[in-house]
């Protein structure tokens, strides 16, 4: 069986070192010295990559993570912060009296446009037939806040054009902020 060789005899065109075991790359000869230099250098800058990779993903999750926590106890802090102490509420847009937890978080301006979007002007309960089948009933809910806060909904309107990001600390103080609300709410309850 025949092999091919790896290595020859040659002249580096790395470090012009002559006659010298080289390994051929290509048309290319290295010396062993070169060439493992190279090698570790390529090994060096993938895990680099991989490394800024893995820190941009975790940051991603991070932010996901506290989205999440911030959406979970946002809502928990809307149903109960309108309920009586038996825990009934009533849905903001058609006045149907449900238990807490069988009620959502509707937001006037939805939830993507993300400066509103843990602002408590901008969210009431609704039951699941107003806020999922009627898209919010944006119309009466329009109405509801006008008659409340004269004036709020082209407030929240002009707010939800503003383009914003929230740092990580943000969310983090935010969260932090909103959990020590939840506590007072929840505290009616008991």
């Known amino acids: 069986m025949n092999t091919i060789a790896r290595s020859k005899f040659g002249d580096c065109v790395e470090c012009n070192a002559k006659d010298t075991h080289c390994v051929k790359v290509g048309k290319s000869l290295y010396c062993l010295e070169c060439r493992n230099s190279e090698k570790r250098k390529q090994q060096i800058s993938r895990f680099e990559i991989k490394q800024n990779n893995k820190s941009t993903i975790s940051s991603q999750s991070d932010r996901q993570e506290l989205t999440h926590d911030l959406d979970f106890i946002f809502s928990r802090y809307i149903r109960i912060k309108e309920a009586d102490k038996d825990g009934f509420t009533i849905c903001y847009t058609c006045d149907k009296r449900e238990h807490w937890t069988k009620l959502q978080s509707g937001h006037y301006i939805k939830r993507s446009e993300t400066y509103l979007r843990w602002d408590s002007r901008n ?68």
Do not use: W
């Open 123 to 190: 969210a009431r309960p609704q039951c699941v037939n107003c806020n999922c089948n009627l898209h919010g009933n944006i119309e009466e809910y329009t109405n509801r806040l006008e008659s409340e806060f004269p004036g709020i909904a082209d407030q929240l309107r002009e707010e939800s054009r503003e383009v914003y990001k929230y740092g990580r600390d943000e969310l983090k103080q935010l969260l932090i902020d909103l959990r020590a609300k939840l506590r007072m709410v929840e505290s009616k309850l008991k």
